[in-house]
């Protein structure tokens, strides 16, 4: 299954100064309220003990659930806002299958990394002037945000795509400026993270919206070189290069290396890479639907 993005996306790609007059609205979710804990510090202790364990999606439920008993007790908690939007963009992106389901938890997690961005006051300042839209505004965070910027980027790509045309063109000058930015301030994190997300995006667009396949080729490749064992980049590279390439043959080979990899390579997000795996087959199973013969 390939990230499509529509041919309109050369309008927004064309006229960037449309999305200053009409900000995109970030998608609502209501998010039941958790009582704070007796004990902030073992609730604390408890979380990060059960995200030890969120490739059991009961146990990355739970965890979720203690963090946000983390957040009733110390609003702003940008520790327990990071683990919230990671946690649930990981919920729909590594767990779920059902599409309602995964707009429900993704749009969790924006709300969650939304709150996190706002912990930069800057950014909160420049947003409160009623002038600046997320993506001018994302000038002032600094490296603190970006474990935030990366997630919220992420996620809102993730429900974008999956909530259509529409909200696909609405949002992706957000998620492009965001992801810049991860680029400008950490370019190695999540594993050469922002590498990675620009050879899938120059695979995506259509040709006459700037598709060029060599420069996707060559940021998958220097993701590759940096983290050559991260079985995500494997599988994106698989998913959206192999496939607008029509090259069947590297297809198949990155997925079936990915399938025989050890996923606790990088025990740190062995949870990640197990779900990589689970991606891979799916790819595979559906290679009919992708390939013309």
């Known amino acids: 299954m390939t990230v499509a993005l529509i041919p ?45 364990q969120r490739g059991d999606e009961a146990k990355l439920r739970e965890a979720l659930t203690a963090y946000e008993g983390v957040l009733a007790a110390s609003p702003g908690d940008k520790d327990a806002l990071y683990h919230l939007v990671r946690g649930y963009y990981f919920l729909g992106d590594g767990h779920l299958t059902d599409k309602d389901q995964k707009l429900v938890v993704w749009a969790k997690a924006i709300d969650y990394g939304n709150q996190c961005l706002a912990t930069n006051a800057d950014y909160s300042a420049l947003l409160s002037k009623g002038n600046e839209t997320p993506d001018t505004a994302a000038r002032v965070f600094t490296k603190d945000d970006v474990p935030c910027i990366y997630w919220t980027s992420s996620a809102l790509g993730k429900w974008a795509k999956a909530s259509g045309i529409a909200l696909t063109l609405r949002h992706l000058p957000t998620v492009k400026a965001y992801m810049t930015k991860v680029g400008e301030l950490d370019p190695a994190y999540y594993y050469d993270g922002p590498d990675r997300y620009w050879g899938a995006y120059y695979s995506a667009i259509p040709s006459f919206a700037g598709q060029d396949l060599s420069k996707s080729k060559d940021y998958f490749d220097k993701a590759l070189a940096a983290y050559p064992t991260f079985l995500g980049t494997h599988v994106l590279l698989a998913g959206e290069w ?52």
């Open 8 to 52: 309109l996306l050369a309008l927004t790609l064309s006229h960037p100064a449309e999305a200053k007059k009409a900000p995109a609205a970030a998608p609502t979710t209501t998010v039941a309220p958790v009582a704070a804990p007796a004990d902030p510090a073992a609730a604390r202790t408890q979380a990060l003990a059960l995200w030890g």
């Open 242 to 293: 192999a496939v607008k390439k029509q090259d069947k043959a590297t297809f198949t080979k990155e997925l079936n290396w990915v399938i025989a990899a050890d996923a606790s390579a990088i025990p740190d997000v062995q949870p990640e890479m197990e779900a990589a795996q689970r991606q891979a087959r799916a790819l595979l199973a559906a290679i009919d639907d992708n390939f013309a013969n």
